[in-house]
Every structure is written in C-alpha cells, then in structure tokens.
C-alpha cells in the first residue's frame, strides 16, 4: 500500500462549495478564477504527477491586495488554502484537496524594480527564475539560483521549497540569494520582511519563511541579490571506468579547498539517456561522468582546472574534454538540464532528492543501486555532486499500482539511508507529500513538536498548504 495518504475532507465545505464560489467571484473579476470542474482539473497536481486531486475552486489574483483578499475570505469561510507557483514541485508540495481553494500567482509576473547599484530586483512571485538573469543579463548581472526547471519554475515556489539548481555549489540555494518578501498571512495581513539591504533588524523571519513549503503565508514579492556575471566560464567533461573513482573525486576536489562553480554528476543511464536526447557529446563508453565548471579570468580558470584535473587524474579519469566555445558549453549543460525531460521519454521515474556528505557518496551510490534492484527497478543518478545532492531517477511503470508502490518503497528507503549516513531527507525539492511521513527519520517528536509550535504561531488551524510537510501518522512506508 502506498506510504502517502490524504486527510479526510471537511464535508460542511464541499457541501457549501457553490457559495464560497460565489463569494470569490464578488471579489475577483471573471478571468481571475476559475469554477468549472475541466478548469480546476487542469491544477489537480504537480510534477509529483502520480497523485491527483481535483480543488474546490482555483483563484488567480494580480496584486498583493487581492491576494489579501482572498485569504480573509478563506480565514472566514474556514477554507483551507493552497499556494500555487508553476507547478514544478517534484515532491508534491502544490498538490490540492477537494476542500481547498488553490491561489495560484502566474498573474504576478511582473519585475518591478532593478536596482543595478545596490544589486537587487524587486520581482513578483509568478516571475520565472530565468526570466530575471536574462533581464539584468545584457547590464552584466545575474540571478545565481538555477534549478533544472528554470524557465518554468517561479520564484515564489523557489521560495516555497528553498530551491537550489547546479551552481548553487559556490553561490548557495535561494535563501542565500533572497533580500526581502512581502508575505500575506492567512488573515491577510500584509508584512515586508527584509529589505534590499544585506541584513536587515530583528529576528530572521526571512530564513524561516523561505523553505516553509506554503505554511506560514502566501510570498507575494521577492527582493533578489544580482551578481555579476563571471568574466569567463568553462565545463569540462570527466569520463571514469567506476562509480567509485567518479565519487572519489569530487570528495577529493572539496577535500583540497577547490570550489567549481558546478559540479554535477551522472552515472552510465543518466548519461545515455541525456546524450540520446541532447546529442552534447558525452562519452558513452564510461560508468560515471562529471561536468565540472570554473569560472574567472583566462589564467584563473587554467589554474583551477590544472588542479582539478590532477585530482581526476590520481582518480583514473579516462577521458577528459574541454569546452571549447560558449555554444560546446550550452550544449554540455543542455543535456544536463535536460535530465529529468529526458528521462521522462524512456519512463515514468521518481526523482529522488537526499542529500549525504561528500565523502559518503560512493557508499550511497552503491546502496542506492542496491536497494533499487532489491525492489526489481532500474535507477539512473544524476545530481549536484558538490555538495552531496542526491537525485535519483527511480524508473517505473505509473500505470502499474505495484510497481508504483516499489518505486515508492525504493525512494523512502534511499532517503533513510541518507539520514543514516549523515545527510537529510531533502537538498531542494521539498518535503511536501513525498516525504512527510519520513519526517519522524530525520527529527525526534521534540523537535516536529517545535517545528509545529513555530507554524501555529502563523496559522493556528493549520489551513495553509495541509498535509504536507508534518506527518499524518496514518500510513508510514
């Protein structure tokens, strides 16, 4: 039986639905929501696509003040509410109830201030990631966070889940990237946390609203850190015989002080699958490959990677390849942020995210392939190999019940033995449902209690994005 359960749905809710429709239709103008059953099907999940749930109605404000709105109208009605950017989350973490009012921002698309002098841009939640660094690119800056799903994903989900991507080794994930957020409570209260300034007074309600999933409030704005772009930049492909010399060596890199901009990692199935889509010219001959990219001046980069290559050379690297031109370079790392499309074409997968010291990875890769082809399915890994990001693709056929639970079965045992040796349950991803009931694996009932008390101070009824993060203790993998 599957680990992820629902709650029981409030009945006296679903009974009163057309009213509460109503009462959202007096507040926001016909485009703004959306009623109908073929409509509100249309966000009934996420990229967790194997759990579905149709929501009692779906709003689409274009203001913080609508916004605001529509929580005091949930607060009153005693809705529960889901926060909603793109949909992108590989944990669940947007998926719906039938009892729930969706309040999704794509309308919020807006970037409202660059400030190339104090390096910030006030954007709203429903602006793409990419959109932001190809605004401020032609100026020299960018917007360091890139998850894979970039040019979908929007900042108020990269909020949400505390989403990191390929360069976050040397430039960190978006809490180390975030200034300031304008946040509406469920009472729809309005508060402007942070500012443009580096630091701001007080407590550091940035930090605890970032990576919160949806629980505490709705992010409306985001005030961003822009950095300037690096004076050059290169990936080298490096070919190895064994997943154990791959893993070795990006121990041995962080181990001698050498930071890369990105340095990801992929096994023999990850790299036939991504070549097969993007033709980047990876090596198909090899068991694990790694792109590694340093940046700087022309003598800077040369230096960095004369060590590196040094390091991989006591590691039996086999084969080595310099990007030679900046289109080599975007195909490279076409092929890498084409993983998880790319995989989707040769079959249904969970992706996985735990993440274990560095110097633990070549245990965890071989445990990983040990606990997959113990459940009869197939594994391909590609992650963040820097800093010990796990993502493994664990293939299975959704249409198949029994298989679907193994897959589910294999992905919480991974994510234990993360835990196990040292790591935690997520790196970027999210709790969300995937992981809720793994929970109790990474923290003792003090601490889940503490983490409660700190929610409850937002929300008391817990009716902002339910049933996810905290476990249900109804049904445990």
Known sequence: MSHIAFPRLDETILSRRGAIVERLAAILPPECLIADESGRRAFETDALTAY??????????RSTEEVARV???CRDEKVNVVPRGAGTSLSGGAIPQEDAVVVALTKMSRILEVNLADRYARVEAGVTNLAISEAVGPEGFFYAPDPSSQLACTIGGNIAM??????CLKY?????NLLGARLVTLDGEILDIGGEAMDAPGYDLLGLVCGSEGQLGIVTEAIVRLIPLPEGARPVLFGFDSVEDASQCVAAIIGAGIVPVAMEYMDKPAIHICENFAHAGYPLDVEAMLIIEVEGSDAEIGAMLARIGAIAKAHNVRTVRESMSAMESAQIWKGRKSAFGATGRVADYICMDGTVPTSKLPEALQRTGEICA?????VANVFHAGDGNMHPLILYNINDDEER????????AVLEMCVELGGCLTGE?????EKRELMGRQFNDVELAQQKRVRAAFDPEGRLNPAKVFPLGERVA
């Open 429 to 433: 991803h999210g709790v969300g449902i």
């Open 71 to 73: 929580m005091r109208l």
């Open 374 to 378: 113990s459940f009869g399915l197939r």
């Open 172 to 176: 960190g994930v978006t809490t180390n």
């Open 52 to 61: 579905r749930r149709v929501p009692l109605a779906v709003a689409l404000p």
């Open 405 to 412: 639970v193994k897959a589910e079965e294999a992905g919480a």
């Open 162 to 167: 505390n989403s990191g991507g390929a360069h």
